[in-house]
């Protein structure tokens, strides 16, 4: 593997940047950068973190001039930050690669949604046109990809409904804090019912709902209750009944298999849950052909070195199908693997993934190693 010269990276210390920095540390792709620029929005010129071939001061993540002499990009900063930087930057004549986790270019003509256990060919293929711009697809999307993968290797999907139970990372950081700060005043709210023994459950119930349904409680970053709650709906209101979350599902998904003249139907409902990192979701599958239990076990768990099958049994399930059985792993959990009694060709099955890793930091992580081999084959 060659070196990547100049490497720039801008949203380092956000969710996202700090876990793509912590895997690219723990797996040496630092060895093969040959300078790693790290880029700040407010601390331009005061001291950075001591990483390997890292300028030691901050650059200033909005000076074009600096940021045009990287050959790639990682922008872990959010969609503000692409649009605010990224035509103007192409606008400069920069021919560098941009790799973004956000969503703002997602589905441009110009760009590739990166998952390269499904997609390398089609990564590779857009390099060779030219292409510049590669991005990061949505957690819930890019998860269900890699849990199904072996399905869709084996073109056995006709259509998919996915029901997703996302974590409130998938939020930000201050949604997070704010989900425990919600816990802490719903238990200081009851607790002079909770320390008496002889207080109804029921009186307990109702307090809490009756504060869940005040102003009281704490709820500007996530804007709604959502502890002893969940929100059935994620992202902006396409004014048709559909959350952009769940739009996400039918139109990222065909792009990344390369499928927008032959799109697979995938219908999504999207709910926000109280746990801190995980999306789970629960899909049920109308197969091309009829195939038993045990070999689409094989087919998925073979797919790919992440998915780890769970036997379809209570004591597995409750002790490996969980978030807080996956969370900070790069398994992903696939389990409840069963038909259903309206047709043996429609089966259903629950996934659960880290979206922090392969939902997110991992698959920038992996490109930046394509794009090092990729300039070794002397592509470029």
């Known amino acids: 593997m060659t070196m990547i010269k100049r490497l720039g990276f801008v949203g380092w210390r956000g969710m996202v940047g700090s876990v793509l920095l912590a895997r690219m540390r723990e797996e040496g792709d630092l060895e093969h950068v040959e300078e790693l620029v790290l880029y700040s929005t407010s601390q331009a010129g005061q001291p950075g973190p001591e990483l390997p071939n890292t300028r030691p001061l901050l650059a200033d993540a909005i000076d074009l001039d600096s940021l045009s002499t990287m050959d790639a990009i990682i922008s872990c900063q959010g969609g503000d930050y692409t649009q605010k930087i990224h035509a103007p930057l192409r606008d400069m004549g920069w021919q560098g690669y941009w790799l973004d986790a956000a969503s703002t270019l997602r589905m441009s003509d110009n760009s590739t949604i990166i998952l390269d256990p499904l997609n390398q060919s089609i990564i590779r293929q857009n390099l060779a046109k030219g292409q510049r711009d590669f991005i990061g697809g949505n957690c819930t999307v890019s998860l269900m990809l890699m849990a199904l993968h072996g399905l869709f290797k084996e073109n056995l999907v006709e259509w998919i409904t996915a029901m997703t139970y996302q974590a409130i990372s998938g939020g930000g950081a201050q949604q997070m804090r704010e989900l425990l700060i919600q816990m802490g005043e719903i238990h200081e709210h009851v607790t002079p019912l909770l320390r008496l023994q002889e207080s109804s459950i029921l009186d307990i119930d109702s307090r809490v709902n009756e504060y869940l349904n005040s102003s009281a409680l704490t709820t500007g970053a996530i804007g709604s209750p959502l502890a002893n709650n969940l929100l059935p709906w994620i992202d902006i209101d396409l004014d048709n009944g559909i959350g952009r979350e769940e739009w996400k599902g039918y139109a990222e998904t065909n792009k990344i298999l390369g499928r927008e003249n032959n799109p697979i139907p995938i219908e999504s409902t999207c709910v926000r849950v109280g746990t801190f990192r995980c999306h789970s979701q629960a899909f049920t599958i109308a197969l091309s052909q009829d195939v038993g239990i045990d070999d689409l076990a094989d087919i998925m768990g073979q797919a790919n070195q992440w998915v780890k099958v769970i036997p379809n049994n ?41 979206q922090l890793l392969w939902g997110a930091a991992e698959p920038l992580r992996r490109m930046l190693g394509i794009l090092s081999e990729y300039q070794t084959d002397g592509d470029s």
């Open 314 to 354: 209570k004591q597995d399930t409750l002790q490996s199908l969980t978030p807080a059985a996956v969370s900070g792993s790069m398994d992903i959990a696939v389990g409840r693997i069963r038909k259903t009694v309206f047709n043996s060709r429609i089966m259903t099955v629950f996934t659960v993934g880290d």
